[in-house]
């Protein structure tokens, strides 16, 4: 059942969506998109990571998954330095995917009305395909997407913020791209991962 869930998600949602705002944004026509970043996915994860877009400018690929293995623990770059945020037990097992599935150099360019439509409504279903029991966005964008009771911020001097969506707890921490790494610096970045720790045992 979850994977006769995932596959229409993917064909009749991702698929027929993306192609759809292509023909109409020459921008986005014959970029590649995919939906996750970390394999195929499992249902009711502890955790599950939600990004903005994949970034780059790769043309033509379609795809579920960007390859079979959890990029997350094998890749260098920002998966490296999220690696040093999130303690790795946690990425081991979880789903991550972005809010968009097209791949754009920056996340400013993400500029169509109806792609920003489409990215909030396919990432609500998709939260509610996968079922997880963390959720935690690497961009505010995604975070206000998701979040639909009021926002804390627990910790004082990190950019950590917590709410809920239903019952499902989300967190909130910068993006781990090389344009943040001050956020992650030094005594700071001994302060996500406690908070991050807490917010998954919690």
């Given at each position: 059942?979850f994977?006769?869930?995932?596959d229409?998600?993917?064909?009749k949602?991702?698929?027929?969506g993306?192609k759809e705002?292509?023909?109409?944004?020459?921008s986005?026509?014959?970029k590649s998109?995919y939906?996750?970043?970390?394999?195929e996915?499992s249902?009711?994860?502890?955790?599950m990571?939600?990004?903005?877009n994949p970034g780059g400018?790769?043309?033509?690929k379609?795809s579920?998954?960007?390859?079979s293995?959890?990029?997350y623990?094998?890749?260098?770059g920002?998966?490296?330095?999220?690696r040093s945020?999130v303690?790795q037990e946690?990425?081991?097992?979880?789903?991550?995917?972005?809010k968009y599935?097209?791949?754009?150099p920056q996340?400013?360019?993400?500029?169509?009305?109806?792609?920003?439509?489409?990215?909030?409504?396919?990432?609500?279903?998709?939260?509610?395909?996968?079922?997880?029991?963390h959720?935690l966005?690497l961009?505010?964008?995604?975070?206000?997407?998701?979040?639909?009771?009021s926002?804390?911020?627990?910790?004082?001097?990190?950019?950590?913020k917590?709410?809920k969506?239903?019952?499902?707890?989300v967190?909130?921490?910068?993006n781990?791209?090389p344009r943040?790494?001050?956020?992650?610096k030094?005594?700071k970045?001994?302060?996500?991962?406690e908070?991050?720790?807490n917010?998954m045992n919690?």
């Open positions: 059942m994977k006769d869930d995932i229409i998600f993917f064909k949602k991702v698929v027929q993306y705002i292509q023909k109409e944004e020459s986005l026509f014959g998109f939906v996750f970043q970390t394999g996915p249902f009711q994860p502890e955790l990571v939600i990004g903005f400018a790769y043309s033509g379609i579920l998954t960007n390859g293995q959890n990029r623990i094998t890749d260098g920002w998966f490296a330095t999220l945020i303690p946690y990425l081991e097992h979880c789903v991550g995917t972005n599935y097209i791949n754009t996340d400013k360019d993400i500029k169509n009305k109806k792609l920003k439509e489409l990215g909030t409504r396919l990432t609500r279903e998709l939260i509610g395909i996968i079922q997880p029991k959720i966005c961009h505010t964008d995604t975070f206000n997407t998701i979040k639909n009771s926002v804390s911020k627990p910790y004082e001097g990190i950019n950590f917590v709410s969506m239903g019952d499902v707890p967190a909130y921490i910068p781990p791209s943040n790494k001050h956020f992650f030094d005594d970045l001994v302060s996500y991962r908070a991050i720790d917010f919690n």
